[in-house]
Nanobody
Framework: VQLQASGGGLVQAGGSLRLSCAVS????????MGWFRQAPGMEREFVAV????????AYADSVKGRFTISRDKAKNTVNLQMNSLKPEDTAVYYC?????????????????WGQGTQVTVSS
């Protein structure tokens, strides 16, 4: 599975951004597609995960109610709609794929990674 993230940018606090992850290669309905983020000097942290079938979704507490993960099978993309952005959301955002039917919040459990897209939220 090959992944390519896009959609990052600079936005003011309270604003919105939509990230997209283009997925190529063979996928199965049980694959897990995740979004992670990494701020300077920090470890990569879990943001959200969705099964390729779309029937299993989980969010980090820090983004629950503000971010929405979705997948578009027709376009082969996994999207992250980010609303009510805060300065602490500033990070490089990565999409990732896990070839097992179980959600994971641990970056090391994912098999494939996209290149990352920068999100900067100004106060």
């Amino acid at each position: 599975v090959q992944l390519q993230a896009s959609g990052g940018g600079l936005v003011q606090a309270g604003g919105s951004l939509r990230l997209s992850c283009a997925v190529s290669g063979r996928t199965f309905s049980y694959y897990r597609m995740g979004w992670f983020r990494q701020a300077p000097g920090m470890e990569r942290e879990f943001v959200a995960v969705i099964s390729w079938s779309g029937d299993s979704i989980a969010y980090a507490d820090s983004v629950k109610g503000r971010f929405t993960i979705s997948r578009d099978k027709a376009k082969n993309t996994v999207n992250l709609q980010m609303n009510s952005l805060k300065p602490e959301d500033t990070a490089v955002y990565y999409c990732a794929a896990r070839k097992t039917p179980y959600n994971s919040f641990v970056a090391g459990n994912y098999d494939s990674w996209g290149q990352g897209t920068q999100v900067t939220v100004s106060s």
